[in-house]
């Protein structure tokens, strides 16, 4: 059964209550008051009221003081106010709704207009309720849900954090193999994915390159750089330490390094799988196993050629050379940066994608000062010049 709703009626005129209480009587619980006062003392002793009708000519307090009370009181300030008045001064009116009342009825009332209006301001009043109660809800849910936010975020940073961690680990305890058993130093690890990332960062408003070379996909190339070299583990040192020049048969195992390389990495990331993110592994795999192929297809391991060379590896095969020309080893000393760049650029079109020579052309200072922050210590063995 639907509960009524209930109305408080404050007159001061007898007749008047008995008329309103017959009026609204058969839809709504009536309780009538004969002051502004006795109003005050119900509503304070815990009575209820869905709407108020309140006389404005009264004795001891007028109906604009009980009003004024009402709406500066927590209790009641939302309870909808009609004023009864005879007065008709557009003043007075002014001064009931600056004060908060909903609505004015002037009197002599008609029953058929009090019942409209109550009727009317009732809805009002509970549609109002219940959005400040949806509005409640609202704030509630948005509250609850931003503190799983906020949690899932510290989640999601700590979780980053350790990959971050994971990843460093990773291409550390990697390095640390290749570098205990290269002839090549732990320096040429550090210049070329510097070189690297410069090479990205010069391309990646070219029309070529840009849809491939964003700022995160840069920073997954920088880390995963150091790897190009990793399959030389399981290169015999027969072979890898060779002072001299290697045989056929010794060249064709020591070709073998890309594909061992490759084959690591991604037995690392299936076994990291989804508890860390391997995406920069990817692009390691692609370096290690690229980075000797040719622009012209005439390179190894898969002899591919153009477009078909991943990109990272295209970069290292620029960032690796330019090295190793510039750094000295047992078979032949080190070329100057001029002579190395020439060297390269003879070879644009042919070893190496077009491009890329050209944008390490314009990067070439920085090129430079990444061989000068980086240079390897002179070989104490090497006797002075």
């Not at 009575?47 to 109906?63: F, K, R």
């Not at 004060?99 to 109002?128: N, Q, Y």
């Not at 002072?243 to 010794?250: I, N, S």
Request: glycine share 4%.
């Amino acid at each position: 059964m639907k509960q009524r709703a209930h109305v408080l009626i404050v007159d001061d005129q007898a007749d008047n209550l008995l008329i309103l209480e017959d009026v609204l009587s058969e839809q709504y619980e009536v309780h009538p008051a004969s002051s502004g006062l006795d109003a005050l003392r119900y509503l304070a002793g815990g009575g209820v009221a869905d709407l108020i009708l309140l006389d404005v000519m009264m004795p001891e307090l007028d109906g604009f003081e009980v009003c004024r009370r009402l709406k500066s009181s927590e209790s009641t300030r939302t309870i909808p106010v009609m004023f009864l008045t005879g007065l008709d001064r557009p003043e007075d009116e002014e001064l009931g709704f600056s004060l908060g009342a909903e609505d004015f009825i002037h009197k002599p009332i008609s029953p058929a207009v009090v019942m409209a209006r109550v009727r009317t301001h009732l809805a009002l009043s509970r549609a109002t309720r219940a959005l400040e109660r949806r509005n409640a809800d609202l704030e509630l849910l948005v509250a609850e849900r931003t503190a799983e936010i906020s949690e899932q975020s510290r989640r999601l940073v700590s979780s980053k954090q350790e990959v971050i961690a994971a990843q460093a680990a990773t291409i550390t305890a990697f390095c640390a193999l290749a570098e205990a058993r290269d002839n090549e130093t732990g320096n040429h690890i550090r210049r070329t994915q510097h070189y690297v990332r410069i090479l990205a960062e010069a391309l990646c408003d070219h029309p070529r390159f840009k849809a491939e070379l964003d700022e995160d996909i840069i920073q997954l190339l920088f880390k995963s750089a150091p790897l190009h070299d990793v399959g030389k583990v399981a290169t015999p040192d027969a072979i890898l330490l060779k002072k001299g020049k290697l045989t056929p048969e010794e060249w064709v195992i020591m070709k073998q390094h890309c594909e061992y390389g490759r084959n690591a990495i991604l037995q690392a990331e299936k076994a990291l799988g989804e508890a860390a993110d391997a995406s920069f592994l990817r692009y390691a795999a692609q370096i290690a196993y690229g980075h000797h192929e040719r622009w012209d297809g005439t390179g190894y391991p898969q002899g591919v050629a153009g477009d078909a060379i991943p990109l990272s590896a295209r970069l290292m095969a620029v960032a690796d050379v330019y090295d190793a020309l510039i750094s000295r080893r047992v078979y032949k000393p080190p070329f100057s940066h001029e002579t190395a760049l020439a060297m390269i650029v003879e070879e644009r079109g042919s070893h190496f994608d077009p491009d890329i020579v050209d944008a390490l052309i314009r990067v070439a200072s920085q090129f430079a000062a990444i061989a000068r922050n980086f240079r390897d210590e002179p070989d104490p063995e090497e006797p002075a010049p």
